[in-house]
């Protein structure tokens, strides 16, 4: 069994940084691990992803740039950094592990495990 739990959200001013923190139990070093996010009235939509040895990492085209996925498999943690926030990036953010062998990292139907989700609001 795994569990996943989102920590590091909260209220954020416009072009200020969170980085949120998703710490595993169970097994997920050998996954891809991805960061979705879903805001109200809204598909959930995604956002970052990263193999299971750090070394590829992928972004949606919104957040490539502002955005770093980053895993420490010894702390079983995968980080979001987010930089130049924007109130368009109010959502609740939820990290997932892939199905083994699964690469579709953009899909959610790729993901089989789910985080409860830790709330961003970025706001003045």
């Known amino acids: 069994q795994v569990q996943l739990v989102e920590s590091g959200g909260g209220l954020v001013q416009p072009g200020g940084s969170l980085r949120l923190s998703c710490a595993a139990s169970?097994?997920?070093?050998?996954?891809?691990m991805g960061w979705f996010r879903q805001a109200p009235g809204k598909e959930r939509e995604f956002v970052a992803a990263?193999?299971?040895?750090?070394?590829?990492?992928y972004y949606a085209a919104s957040m490539k740039g502002r955005f770093t996925i980053s895993r420490d498999n010894a702390k079983n943690t995968v980080y979001l950094q987010m930089n130049s926030l924007k109130p368009e990036d109010t959502a609740v953010y939820y990290c997932?592990?892939?199905?083994?062998?699964?690469?579709?990292?953009?899909?959610?139907?790729?993901?089989?495990?789910w985080g409860q989700g830790t709330q961003v609001t970025v706001s003045s």
């Open positions: 169970g097994r997920t070093s050998s996954y891809f």
């Open positions: 990263i193999d299971w040895s750090g070394r590829s990492t």
């Open positions: 997932a592990r892939a199905r083994p062998g699964g690469t579709l990292y953009y899909s959610s139907d790729t993901y089989d495990y």
